[in-house]
């Protein structure tokens, strides 16, 4: 059970939460780019809390990148949010690939990760697979750049 202000209201998740949950939440609260232990490698709570985006795969073997957006431009650190579904098979991992290197690694359906990478242009993968080693993926691109640059290129579209 949780309670505050931007807590979702008698929210029930259909989600099995491990014990090193509890501390991915606090990492994840305080906005730690990595977490000791079980936090690590266990389930994200995010969505108890009022205002985070829900990411949900709809369609059978599919990997939903909800994000980065697709052709976004960004700063570092970003937030990559994704989810998978298998209507047969659970999910029992997914890892993401930023131009071939694994940057999030996530033990169930559901991957969000906080990352920091250098400016460039990248090409995301985030690949699931379920209990029998099947697996599926989906891919789009974005690009790190600095916040002056993002300004800059804000301002000049107005």
Known sequence: MAIGPQVNRAYESDTWYRQGSQLRMLCD????????GDGATSPVMAEFFAGTPQCTATQDQTVKICAPVANQRLTSPLQINAAAKDNEHPITGMVAYANSQVVAIGPDAILNATIS??????????????????????????TVTSSDQLTASQENSQ
């Open 117 to 142: 990478l250098p400016h460039g242009t990248y090409n995301l993968v985030i690949r699931a697979w379920d209990s029998t080693g099947h697996y599926f993926s989906s891919q789009e691109n974005f």
């Open 29 to 36: 609260l305080l906005g730690l780019t990595s977490c000791p």
